[in-house]
């Protein structure tokens, strides 16, 4: 993401020479080099006790289901994030997230950092973001998210065991 203006004061940046990065954005008002800002969030593969089904959602009146995700608030960590999200979404404690990589999603300028984490009970009680949810194979969640999708991305790599 090309920023236009700087955040700090508002005057419209240029491009300059940057000593050790490609033609970077300055501001003249503060003196100072203005870095792409960007989103950070985190998706889980959300597993049963038994890690052999995954439970995944439907949000916002769409059909496909997806991973539980969420926008990483400020000052909090990627962890922390996994499991505000499980239990603000499914009413569920989430457990062991552990990192499994992380992907630049363009379209909201947003980086995700993937994990997975388990919960040791199955009936979720979810909040008003939530318009179903289901447990399914973990084999065939790839099958059902959105096609094209990061979630597609990341569990068909999850499930030929390359992460």
């Not at 959602?57 to 969420?70: D, K, S």
Request: with cysteine; charged share 25%; proline share 9%.
């Amino acid at each position: 993401m090309q920023m236009n203006y700087c955040p700090v004061c508002g005057r419209a940046l240029i491009q300059r020479e940057h000593p050790t990065e490609p033609p970077t954005a300055w501001c003249e008002g503060c003196g100072d080099w203005r870095f792409p800002l960007y989103s950070a969030a985190v998706s889980v593969i959300l597993l049963n006790p038994g890690r052999d089904r995954m439970l995944l959602i439907r949000q916002y009146g769409e059909t496909e289901p997806v991973l539980v995700a969420g926008y990483i608030d400020k000052g909090e960590t990627a962890e922390a994030a996994v499991l505000r999200e499980v239990s603000e979404e499914l009413g569920l404690c989430a457990r062991e997230p552990r990192f499994l990589g992380s992907h630049y999603y363009a379209p909201s300028e947003t980086l995700m950092l993937n994990f997975q984490a388990t919960v040791p009970e199955e009936t979720p009680h979810p909040n008003a973001e939530v318009d179903s949810w289901l447990w399914v194979p973990a084999e065939e969640a790839p099958r059902l998210v959105k096609p094209g999708g990061l979630a597609e991305l990341l569990l068909a790599d999850w499930t030929k065991g390359e992460l």
